[in-house]
C-alpha cells in the first residue's frame, strides 16, 4: 500500500526546513530522496564507506549505479518528528519504514 504525505524535512547541519510530499510505501526496503533536490536545495550529503549496490527487479544492475551518498534529516509530520539518514537517489521522497 502507498501513501502519499504532506512532511516538513529539516537538515542536521544547517537547520532550514523544506515542505515535501513523501511517497510512504509499506513494500519498499529502503529510504530514498531524489538527488537533484539535494542539490538544489543545498542539503549536506556525507559519502558512505562502502557504495551499495542497486538491482532491478529482475536482478540486473541498474544503470544509475551504486548509492554512495546519505543525507542526514529530521523528517516531521504534524506532531511527529524522527532523524532519519536516507541514501541519495532518484526519486523523491520513499520511505519504507516511517512510525507515524
Known amino acids: 500500500m502507498s501513501i502519499i504525505l504532506p512532511i516538513e524535512i529539516g537538515t542536521t547541519n544547517t537547520s532550514k526546513m523544506h515542505s515535501v510530499k513523501m511517497l510512504l510505501d ?6 530514498l530522496i531524489d538527488k537533484d533536490f539535494v542539490y538544489t536545495k543545498d542539503i549536506s550529503t556525507w559519502n558512505i564507506s562502502c557504495p551499495i549496490p542497486v538491482f532491478n527487479v529482475d536482478g540486473s ?7 554512495s551518498k546519505v ?30
Not at 26 to 31: C, P
Not at 61 to 67: M, P, Q
Not at 71 to 97: P, Q, W
Open 26 to 31: 509499506s513494500e519498499a526496503i529502503g529510504n
Open 61 to 67: 544492475s541498474n544503470e544509475v549505479g551504486r548509492i
Open 71 to 100: 543525507v542526514d534529516i529530521v523528517l516531521c509530520y504534524k506532531t511527529h518528528s524522527e532523524r532519519t539518514l536516507i541514501t541519495n537517489g532518484h526519486l523523491l521522497f520513499v520511505m519504507g519504514a516511517l512510525i507515524l
